[in-house]
């Protein structure tokens, strides 16, 4: 069983900056793709960011420029470190990631979602 648990959300002014993390366990092999997703009340999760097992990564627009995706495979963590904050990025946050897992016969990759962590920049 795989679990995805994220942590670092809470409220800041404008300006400001927050660290999410998104920690995997269980009978992990590897973990490979992750991405940072977001969704305001009454809108689309809207993709953040991404990085890739070799540490690639792609931003969204909104936040070129202020959001830094990391990952340590040692931890089976991921961040986003987000600074100067603006009332928009007000979302709930999900970190996703694709892990590769042993099962009881072999190997399974799956896609799995974190529970989700709430941001909220006053302005």
């Known amino acids: 069983q795989v679990q995805l648990v994220e942590s670092g959300g809470g409220l800041v002014q404008a300006g400001g900056s927050l660290r999410l993390s998104c920690a995997a366990s269980?009978?992990?092999?590897?973990?490979?793709?992750m991405g940072w997703y977001r969704q305001a009340p009454g809108k689309e999760r809207d993709l953040v960011a991404t990085?890739?097992?070799?540490?690639?990564?792609t931003y969204a627009d909104f936040v070129k420029g202020r959001f830094t995706i990391s990952r340590d495979n040692a931890k089976n963590t991921f961040y986003l470190l987000m600074n100067s904050l603006k009332p928009e990025d007000t979302a709930v946050y999900y970190c996703?990631?694709?892990?590769?897992?042993?099962?009881?016969?072999?190997?399974?990759?799956?896609?799995?979602w974190g529970q989700g962590t709430q941001v909220t920049v006053s302005s």
């Open positions: 996703n990631v694709d892990i590769t897992s042993y099962v009881s016969s072999g190997l399974y990759t799956g896609n799995y």
């Open positions: 269980g009978r992990i092999f590897v973990t490979n793709r």
């Open positions: 990085i890739t097992s070799g540490g690639t990564t």
